[in-house]
């Protein structure tokens, strides 16, 4: 299926585009996380944008759940989605094929495909439209392997959060394992609070409670101020897994006990759910 190429922009109107980006990436990013429950995936790009702050152009699903006070929607097509982010990747490509060595152009078009693919994952219900995004963050995970080759180093922290993202990319397409391997490497070699988080991330989200615990202890320590938003994070998380919230109670009157043949009929149970789909629910 042919992909449908919109109207490329001029330069004025995507620099004032990417302004207003940046502008509301500001005004979310200072209103944190919410409330919301959130999924692990969610949960991954929250903690990127939490500690990269407004050093870079990542989003987080946070963002997305808090409304933002602008006058553009999210989009929620291939085509819409094409539409919002391709002429920045244009513009960025052509500055790229001026000057290849331009590493701000390279980091900023990895970012913008990273942005690209996390909020369209929301909205993939399709096979088709999953396959899109695994196709921007394939693009995402290669920009930022060009980013860090053009830099040569994890010094900084830039580069450091680029290695995460990559390692995202890796996880948000059904590489856990390739994911998990590079945030140890990176944590290990830099003590990246970042690193340490996103890697108790995903282990939380395999059950694997204590090596979990274990790496956000390590992002707690590397961020002792909390000057980065890791430290609480942490611990929050922590908390979390230690102190499970406790299971509701379902109440079933002696009257009510002899019915429960009647559950093949279609009728629920008093909260609609059963032991296993609330397991399911936490996976």
């Given amino acids: ?30 209103q944190k996380a919410g409330k919301k429950k959130r999924s692990a995936k969610e949960i991954a790009v929250i903690v990127i944008s939490v500690i990269v702050a407004l050093g870079l152009m990542l989003p987080s699903l946070a963002q997305i759940f808090a409304q933002p006070s602008t006058s553009e929607s999210i989009p929620t097509t291939v085509e819409g989605f094409q539409e919002r982010y391709q002429p920045l990747v244009d513009e960025l490509q052509g500055e790229l094929a001026a000057d290849p060595t331009n590493q701000d152009a390279q980091l900023e078009l990895a970012n913008t495909y990273f942005q690209w693919g996390s909020y369209a994952q929301m909205f993939a219900g399709t096979e088709d439209f999953q396959a899109e ?32 993202s990559e390692a995202l990319c890796d996880y948000y397409t059904g590489n856990s394992a390739q994911a998990i391997t590079s945030l140890e490497d990176l ?16 282990y939380a989200s395999q059950g694997s409670t204590d090596q979990a615990i274990e790496c956000y202890e390590k992002g707690a320590a590397a961020d002792p101020d909390d000057a980065l938003g890791v430290k609480s994070y942490c611990e929050q998380q922590i908390e979390s897994l230690q102190n499970p919230p406790e299971s509701a109670e379902v109440t079933v009157d002696e009257d009510d006990a002899g019915d429960d043949s009647a559950a093949g009929d279609g009728s629920s149970t008093t909260d609609g759910s059963d032991a296993e789909t609330g397991e399911g629910e936490n996976s």
């Fill in 133 to 164: 995004v695994e196709r921007v963050f394939g693009e995402a995970k290669n920009a930022y392997a060009a980013y860090l080759e053009l830099v040569g180093n994890t010094d900084s922290e830039e580069a450091k959060q680029a290695a995460v």
């Fill in 1 to 30: 299926m042919a992909t449908k190429r919109p109207k490329k922009r001029n330069k004025q109107t995507v620099a004032a585009q990417r302004a207003r980006y940046k502008k509301q990436q500001e005004e979310l990013v200072a």
């Fill in 187 to 202: 944590a290990e070699k830099t003590d990246f609070a970042s690193a340490w988080a996103n890697l108790g991330m995903i």
